[in-house]
């Protein structure tokens, strides 16, 4: 069979993405503290948008941002239409962080440096190349909470357009931050890195790791002794090592971060719950007038005239990027507030399963629109305020074998069994697995292991108080 190499043409449609579309999904993406330093930076670049303080505007200026209706406004709406699927066109937006229900009841926390501001302050000197310095810093973006890092390396390395061995090099230089564990996978991942940074990766320690922390639930103590030929005293000496770790390195008082709210879900008076938009945070922007009227001068020269109309239409940009984000989540919170009607009244036991691809079917988006508008935005509800995040997870079979119960409303669960545990005693997962069956939620031993691990929670023998 003869092979030969041919060359041939191909015809094919590819959407591209203007400037607008591209700025407009930043904005949609971007967090509040994010979005006002990125606000301040078009302020700064950009003398014909400015920014309307509130005493500034008339009694009767509609809510929102403002600009003039001139300069090409049909070509510039002519950039939204131009696809209904522009919004798939770039990567996903880091995940950032599971937005588990305890440590958002507790409310607001105090103002600090959050996790990633503190380790990008640490390599902000490290002599690193640009192209591992941005994967860092995308790795660094995707942590969550506790430190993890559970988006799969691969993807990361899709987000950065970068080969596998470099995004590796990147999370071997964040593993090497502080606080020691940061960066972990899973949760031996994260007692090896404290345990190599203290100098104790070697002995009785390291070969339990090595061979499963999930042993240490299956296995009685005197079984992985004899299994891993250590003596009782030696063994018992490991786990007490073990126990002095950090199972989540990443929470801490010092990282807290203020949390400011871009929605508020409320009662509507109806029985029912609605959303709005926080406006009266937002900054609100409009073109300054003065170099409107300078287009009108004959006099103006070439170069000035290119210059105005250059900056007229990105501060039209900006505004109307702003109004988009606005309308985007609101219209997102008003969906989750009549699809999350009970948890609103009951709490998280009510929790539904909900898919940012019914979001999207739902109100006519793209599953990646969805994902843009969620990531890193808070809502103010009656249960507290949460991650937009939050609402969004998959389900398990309840008593009537119905995917009624969240994951998170499962976790929670599993965690308040934790919580009111003997701490002298603490309960296996299959005893977990036991009481959550007596419960009306039948799931197996593996899988109590699997959101106890998901949860960061060592196993009972770690969780043991002498």
């Given at each position: 069979m003869e092979n030969s190499l041919r060359q041939a043409a191909k015809l094919e449609q590819k959407q591209q993405l203007s400037a607008h579309q591209r700025a407009s999904l930043e904005f949609l993406q971007?967090?509040?503290?994010?979005?006002?330093?990125?606000?301040?930076?078009?302020?700064?670049?950009?003398?014909?948008?400015?920014?309307?303080?509130?005493?500034?505007?008339?009694?009767?200026?509609?809510?929102?941002?403002?600009?003039?209706?001139?300069?090409?406004?049909?070509?510039?709406?002519?950039?939204?239409?131009?696809?209904?699927?522009?919004?798939?066109?770039?990567?996903?937006?880091?995940?950032?962080?599971?937005?588990?229900?305890?440590?958002?009841?507790?409310?607001?926390?105090?103002?600090?440096?959050?996790?990633?501001?503190?380790?990008?302050r640490e390599f902000a000197g490290a002599q690193l190349p640009e192209k591992i310095r941005e994967i860092a810093q995308m790795i660094v973006d995707s942590l969550d909470e506790k430190g993890y890092l559970s988006t799969p390396l691969a993807e990361v390395a899709m987000w950065c357009d970068a080969e596998l061995p470099d995004v590796e090099k990147a999370l071997d230089f964040v593993q090497s931050l502080d606080p020691a564990g940061i960066g972990a996978r899973d949760l031996g991942e994260c007692f090896k890195l404290q345990l190599q940074r203290l100098g104790k990766w070697h002995g009785d320690v390291k070969t339990i790791i090595e061979n499963g922390l999930e042993n240490l639930e299956t296995l009685s103590p005197r079984s992985l002794a004899r299994k891993y030929q250590m003596s009782a005293e030696n063994f018992q000496h490991a786990l007490g090592i073990l126990r002095t770790l950090d199972p989540a390195p990443g929470r801490s008082d010092a990282h807290s971060v203020v949390i400011f709210p871009d929605l508020e879900i409320f009662p509507d008076g109806n029985g029912g719950f609605d959303a709005k938009m926080l406006r009266e945070k937002e900054r609100r922007f409009g073109v300054n007038p003065t170099y409107g009227k300078l287009l009108e001068d004959p006099s103006l020269s070439t170069e000035d005239r290119t210059f105005i109309r250059e900056k007229l239409r990105a501060a039209q940009e900006v505004i109307q990027s702003l109004e988009l984000r606005g309308t985007t989540i609101e219209r997102l919170g008003k969906w989750i507030a009549a699809q999350q009607r009970e948890f609103f009244l009951s709490g998280i036991e009510k929790l539904l399963p909900l898919t940012m691809k019914q979001a999207g079917n739902d109100l006519e988006l793209h599953e990646t629109t969805i994902s843009r508008a969620v990531s890193g935005k808070y809502a103010k509800t009656p249960q507290g305020t949460l991650p937009l995040r939050f609402f969004f997870t998959t389900g398990v079979s309840g008593a009537t074998g119905q995917n009624t119960l969240s994951n998170r409303a499962i976790e929670e669960k599993?965690?308040?069994?934790?919580?009111?545990?003997?701490?002298?005693?603490?309960?296996?997962?299959?005893?977990?697995?036991?009481?959550?069956?007596?419960?009306?939620?039948?799931?197996?031993?593996?899988?109590?292991?699997?959101?106890?691990?998901?949860?960061?929670?060592?196993?009972?023998s770690l969780r043991v108080l002498k």
């Open positions: 971007l967090p509040r503290q994010e979005l006002d330093a990125r606000l301040s930076e078009e302020l700064a670049a950009n003398p014909l948008l400015e920014e309307i303080f509130p005493e500034e505007l008339p009694h009767d200026a509609p809510v929102g941002n403002s600009a003039p209706e001139k300069e090409d406004d049909a070509d510039f709406e002519a950039d939204f239409a131009d696809s209904d699927e522009w919004h798939s066109e770039l990567p996903l937006p880091p995940e950032s962080g599971d937005g588990e229900v305890h440590d958002i009841f507790s409310g607001i926390a105090a103002p600090g440096p959050s996790l990633a501001e503190q380790l990008e599993i965690r308040q069994i934790i919580a009111a545990e003997d701490v002298t005693s603490p309960l296996s997962d299959d005893a977990i697995s036991t009481q959550l069956k007596n419960a009306g939620i039948s799931i197996a031993r593996r899988t109590v292991a699997k959101y106890r691990d998901r949860l960061h929670i060592p196993p009972a």
